[in-house]
Structures are given as C-alpha cells and as structure tokens.
C-alpha cells in the first residue's frame, strides 16, 4: 500500500511548460520572471513591494537586516515554530528570546508578549523586533502585536512561511496593515512552491530597497545611490555587506504558475481541515482551534492526543501511523530545547505552554493532492491505532 505523506507539492503540465520556457530563453537566473513573481506574491496580498529570495530563512535574514538588527539588540519569537524564525536574529549577531503561545492558536500569546514587555521595559532590555509566526496557516493576534509595537518601540516582522493566503480580521496576510515586513516561503511542503524559495513583502519602499540591495551583495548599479559621481556604464558599488540570496528565474517561473492556483490550493485545504474536523470529533484528540476573525491557510493540521481520553501515547500513536505508510510528523520541537539554544543558557519549563502542547502535537496529511479516499484511511487508520473500533 502505498505512503501518504503529511505534505508535498502540487506539479502539473503548466508548471513543468513555464520551466521548460525559462530554460529555452536567454535568462536563467536575474531575469524578468522574477519581476513578474514578486508582482504576483505582491498583488496577491495588497502589498506595495515584494522582494524575492532564496529562500524563506534568507527573507527572515534579510528583514532582520533591513532592520539594522545586530550586535547587542534582542529579537523576540515564538519558541513553537522552525528554528529559522530565530536563527535570523542570530545570523545578524542578536541575542534571541521567546514568548510563550497561547492555548488554543498555538501562536504567540498576545498576553504573554504584553506582560514581557513590561519586564523588558523596566530592565531596559526591550527587543528590537518580535517575529510573529502565523503557526500552520493561522495568523497571530496581529492587532493587538501591531498596538504593543508602537507603545514599546518595536518593528513587527511576520513570518508567515505557512500562511500566503491566509487572512486577518478582512485584511490579507502580508497587506502592511500590521508589519514592516510579512515572509513567505516556497518551500515544497507550502501551498506554492518554487522547489525552494522565498519573499519579503512591504509597503514601504525604503526597506523594499534596501531588500534588493542585501540580496545582491549589497551592491548597486543605481545612480542616486552612488558614491562616484558621473558614473555609469559597467560601474556598480557595494555600498554594504550584502549576501547573493537571489531566485532564480527558473523558480519564479515555477511560483507564477503555482500563483494561479493559489485560490485552488486554499479552497482544497480548507474543504480537508472542515473535513477532518467532522471526522475526528469523537476521537480523543484536541482538533486546532480556529479564531472566528481569521481565514487560516492551512499549511498543517495539527491534533493533540488528549491523555484523558486514551492510553496510547503521542509516541505510539507516531510510530503505528508511519509503520501503516500514514507518515503523520510533529511540529514543532520548541526552538529553546534544541542543543544550540540550551547552550545559549534556555532551558526546560521555560515556557510551559508550548512545551505542553509539543508532548502531545501530531501533524496529520494536509495537501492539495490528498484524496477524500486518502483522507478517509488516513482516519480509519487513526481510530485502528487508538482502538475506537474502526
């Protein structure tokens, strides 16, 4: 029988076409498609400017920079999310600390993130920016971040690597109504992929310049910028210290054949979690909860095994799913438990909540491509291994 993996990409005829065209052309890397991918990701979601990238742990970098973030500054996230939301900070020579979640969204608590803040605030340590994670596909309580960060000084990078598409109380992810920056990934398991990509989306164009500036090197050929006077031709000038983050135009042909699909791809998760949710409601599992102000994007469905409900441990229940080709995954191990970040002085218990929901957390199959009959074993086959009988 074959595996059902928890995610993969979505690769039709139009795709495989819009490759083949960039590789038949006279541009393969720096060339117009990835012009017409960032105008796409950025009409997509009402922004002024999109910057594409390598990938979605360069865009975090590369906002972090844009944001002057470095030695001796602080940059807050969520200690439920991958290692790149604060890794970035770290890339930049910050020092990095976390907000606990909140119980139902699995997102930073908007009350813990106030509460630290006052502690920061007396201590003289507040951070420089806070990365707000859209977990699974769901926003975070942007609203209340974006009112904390003009009381305490703070830039809002939102990382919304699982959430293009998703919405916030009317207002599209990565719109400038709550951020400086919103990130996106491309990565194959998100609902577009360019194989591996990324983007930074703004509304302001300083930073919208700076992006293209760091992504190249640092370097630039435009002449209001230039130091030399009456330049131009072959002359260009790193003006700072920049990196090569570029897409390739390959990718981006990739991403604008995925983009019109996008509407495609969000209405199927969204049919498939509604889905699950009916299914599993007599399971003794805690489906993820959903805030009424909010349109999630689905990158991941995410139980808990409720322990009151039945003996079989998260570990049980991960291993008998793999081993009947179901391969569920666990996301995530919170960030602060990992080696590097124990070494930095993190240690367990320091954010209860998160650690609490990562003990029980299973990813289940969420993909455009995933049957209603694919779905339907991947049930069955759930109850089979909590013995409900099915």
Not at 72 to 78: A, H, R, Y
Not at 373 to 382: M, P
Request: with cysteine.
């Amino acid at each position: 029988m074959r595996t059902i993996p928890y995610g993969r990409q979505d690769i039709v005829d139009d795709d495989v076409a819009a490759v083949i065209e960039v590789l038949r052309s006279d541009w393969l890397t720096q060339g117009p498609k990835i012009e017409e991918f960032e105008r796409a990701v950025a009409g997509a979601c009402g922004a002024t400017q999109a910057v594409a990238v390598s990938s979605g742990t360069a865009a975090l970098h590369l906002a972090c920079l844009a944001l002057d973030v470095g030695p001796g500054d602080v940059v807050w996230t969520t200690p439920n999310t991958f290692v790149a939301s604060a890794n970035c900070a770290r890339y930049c020579g910050a020092d990095v600390d976390f907000v606990d979640i909140g119980e139902r969204t699995y997102n930073i608590s908007a009350a813990a993130l106030r509460a630290k803040l006052r502690e920061a605030a007396q201590r003289g340590r507040l951070p420089k920016a806070v990365v707000a994670v859209a977990f699974s596909g769901q926003p975070a309580d942007m609203a209340e971040i974006a009112e904390l960060a003009g009381e305490y000084g703070f830039a809002v990078i939102e990382d919304a690597s699982h959430a293009l598409g998703a919405e916030y109380q009317g207002h599209k992810v990565g719109d400038g109504t709550y951020a400086a920056m919103t990130v996106f990934s491309f990565h194959p398991v998100k609902l577009v992929t360019t194989a591996e990509g990324g983007m930074v989306v703004t509304n302001r164009d300083a930073l919208g310049e700076r992006l293209r500036r760091l992504r190249t090197h640092g370097i630039t050929r435009k002449a209001s910028d230039l130091e030399a006077s009456g330049a131009g031709g072959w002359y260009y000038e790193q003006l700072e210290l920049g990196y090569n983050y570029r897409m390739t135009d390959l990718q981006a042909a990739l991403g604008i054949s995925q983009m019109a699909r996008l509407e495609r791809f969000l209405e199927r998760r969204r049919y498939l979690a509604a889905r699950y949710d009916r299914l599993l409601r007599e399971f003794p599992l805690i489906t993820p909860w959903q805030a009424p102000d909010r349109a999630s994007a689905w990158h991941l469905y995410v139980v808990q095994i409720d322990p009151a409900r039945t003996p079989r441990t998260r570990r049980e229940v991960f291993d008998a799913m793999r081993a009947r080709g179901i391969l569920v995954n666990v996301h995530y191990i919170p960030v602060h438990l990992q080696p590097y970040y124990r070494r930095l002085g993190f240690s367990a218990n320091a954010y209860p909540v998160a650690e609490a929901y990562y003990e029980q957390a299973l990813s289940l199959p969420l993909y455009f491509g995933l049957t209603d009959e694919d779905q339907e074993r991947v049930v069955s086959t759930l109850a089979e291994v909590l013995r409900l009988g099915a």
